[in-house]
């Protein structure tokens, strides 16, 4: 089992800045993908970010050049650094974490999310 804790949430002033972090433990064998998604009052879970284990990302139309996805491989943590923040990020945010947890087995794991909220 992997268990995934978020960490980095809270209020920030419109053009401001957070950083997330979301760190992965238990049974992990190898990870091939790592992301972020976030979910609106009302609205569908939306993938904002994701990287690969070889480093490729992907970003929402929405947030690029404003968010950067990055992780530390060594502590099985992924990041995701959001400036220039915008009433319309304000979301529940969760980290996903896939990969195997031992060489016949795969896991997709996803974190309890943390609160983003943009509000002057």
């Known amino acids: 089992q992997v268990q995934l804790v978020e960490s980095g949430g809270g209020l920030v002033q419109p053009g401001g800045s957070l950083r997330l972090s979301c760190s992965a433990s238990?049974?992990?064998?190898?990870?091939?993908?790592m992301g972020w998604h976030r979910q609106a009052p009302g609205k569908q879970r939306d993938l904002v970010a994701a990287?690969?284990?070889?480093?490729?990302?992907n970003y929402a139309d929405s947030v690029k050049g404003r968010f950067t996805i990055s992780t530390d491989n060594a502590k099985n943590t992924v990041y995701l650094q959001m400036n220039s923040l915008q009433p319309e990020d304000t979301a529940v945010y969760y980290c996903?974490?896939?990969?195997?947890?031992?060489?016949?087995?795969?896991?997709?794991?996803w974190g309890q999310g943390t609160q983003v909220t943009v509000s002057s």
């Open positions: 996903n974490v896939v990969g195997r947890s031992s060489k016949w087995r795969m896991f997709n794991s």
């Open positions: 238990g049974s992990i064998f190898s990870i091939n993908d």
């Open positions: 990287i690969t284990s070889g480093g490729s990302t």
